[in-house]
């Protein structure tokens, strides 16, 4: 079944404590994207890979780092999260020019 | 910058039709999205279109375009209590299409039984 997965879906943490969001898609997609989602403001772009060790910044990248070694996965890395940092986050997945598939998304609370 | 602009909240009864509008800045867009959002679930694609075409349709859901004013809409016939789900339109201005969705805030379509 093609899919993008999400883990953990849910984190609780306190400010400070270094986090990996892990994403991981089995449709072979060149590109990759993390976005936020935060009440009234819909969701946006932290960041972007058209392919592997290629990244770009999207809207929102301030406080947040990505890698992308290998094609299927793309972890979301907080070094040093902030209360400011809680949102639902989602990864997203597509070829070129197929649809974008999502995540089921992580909540995180950062306390 | 893209800037794509949604209403927060719709009621439609069920049975009557629903329209969901959205507006865009960026006059380069080459491809415009309406996404689903169910409670606690993530975004599904419902339907695009290309900058060049005027209307699209699939099913329930016709997509109309104008360029001229920057809008599109999403009209779904006969709305269920299942349509009931944040509706996100987003822009893309890229030639590939998908590196980088501008997302609107999210219509929140609640259907009255």
């Known amino acids: 079944e093609a899919q993008v997965t999400q883990n953990p879906r849910y984190l609780i943490t306190v400010t400070g404590k270094k986090l990996t969001v892990t994403c991981s898609q089995n449709?072979?997609?060149?590109?990759m994207s993390w976005y936020r989602q935060d009440p009234g403001l819909g969701l946006r772009q932290i960041y972007y890979s058209m392919n592997v060790e290629v990244t770009d910044k999207g809207d929102v990248p301030e406080g947040y780092k990505v890698s992308r070694k290998e094609k299927r996965n793309f972890p979301l890395i907080l070094e040093s999260p902030s209360p400011n940092q809680t949102s639902l986050y989602f990864c997203a997945s597509s070829s070129r020019t197929g649809e974008q598939y999502f995540g089921p998304g992580t909540r995180l609370t950062v306390t | 910058g893209e800037d794509v602009e949604q209403s927060l909240f719709l009621s439609v009864r069920e049975g009557d039709s629903s329209v969901i509008n959205c507006t865009y800045t960026d006059s380069s867009s080459t491809y415009l999205y309406w996404y689903k959002q169910e409670p606690g679930a993530g975004l599904q694609l419902l339907t695009y279109i290309f900058s060049n075409m005027d209307m699209k349709q699939d099913q329930r859901l016709t997509v109309l375009l104008n360029k001229k004013d920057k809008h599109l809409s999403l009209r779904i016939a006969d709305t269920q209590t299942g349509d009931s789900a944040i509706y996100f339109c987003a822009e893309s201005i890229s030639n590939f299409g998908n590196e980088k969705l501008t997302f609107g805030t999210g219509t929140r379509l609640t259907i009255i039984p």
């Open positions: 449709m072979n997609h060149e590109y």
